[in-house]
């Protein structure tokens, strides 16, 4: 079993990651290997609420140049947390709200 803090790596603080953040949708940079039940429990457990559901999408490293020389930057895996109505909010995304 994975610890939560590897599977949950970082927030995400976009502008639209703070305009759904309202509805109790959360944005998390979370682990390649890692599953919907996995992110669910781990977001549980971290920040003590309940999870509705999870949405994940896994994005493609972009191609980004330097000169001559061609590099990819490197695939991660985001995850969009619902919460459900009676959870209460997560208190570092309300700081920046």
């Known amino acids: 079993m994975k610890a939560a803090e590897s599977i949950v790596l970082a927030p995400i603080i976009t502008e639209k990651s703070m305009s759904v953040a309202k509805d109790k949708k959360?944005?998390?940079?979370?682990?390649?290997?890692?599953?919907?039940?996995?992110?669910?429990?781990?977001?549980?457990?971290?920040?003590?609420?309940?999870?509705?559901?999870v949405n994940t999408i896994n994005v493609r490293g972009t191609e980004k140049r330097m000169g001559r020389y061609v590099g990819t930057t490197p695939a991660w895996k985001k995850a969009i947390v619902t919460l459900t109505e009676k959870s209460k909010t997560i208190e570092f995304f309300d700081g920046l709200m």
């Open 26 to 53: 959360y944005t998390f940079k979370v682990a390649k290997d890692s599953n919907k039940v996995e992110i669910a429990n781990a977001v549980e457990k971290l920040f003590g609420v309940k999870v509705a559901k």
